[in-house]
């Protein structure tokens, strides 16, 4: 189990831009894939982003493709999300979770970090 910890979240305007970041509190991050999920009100849980545990590899939903970048930087547990042109519809709560190699699920998951893009 990993403990994740995420901030950065806040209330934007159409068109602004924030970066998200998850700490995580582990001595084996580089073990740990990563990912990036959102749920708006009323809304089923969704896939954002992912990254593999060398960072070599990442995907992201059709929704926020070219929009957003996912990194990290496994000397300090870190991943990140940098989101640009954000829209309204991208309002939700923003969860990074961890995905060990050897179980290939997304155990660990964060308490969320709010993010409002207002219009």
């Known amino acids: 189990q990993v403990h994740l910890v995420e901030s950065g979240g806040g209330l934007v305007q159409a068109g602004g831009s924030l970066k998200l970041s998850c700490i995580a509190s582990t001595r084996a991050f580089s073990n740990y894939a990563m990912g990036w999920f959102r749920q708006a009100p009323g809304k089923e849980r969704e896939f954002v982003a992912h990254?593999?545990?060398?960072?070599?590899?990442?995907n992201y939903a059709d929704s926020v493709k070219g929009r957003c970048t996912i990194s990290r930087d496994n000397a300090k547990n870190m991943v990140y999300l940098q989101m640009i042109n954000l829209r309204p519809e991208d309002t939700a709560v923003y969860f990074c979770?961890?995905?060990?190699?050897?179980?290939?699920?997304?155990?660990?998951w964060g308490q969320g970090t709010q993010v409002t893009v207002s219009s």
């Open positions: 979770a961890a995905r060990h190699s050897a179980t290939h699920i997304y155990g660990s």
């Open positions: 990254i593999s545990e060398s960072g070599g590899i990442t």
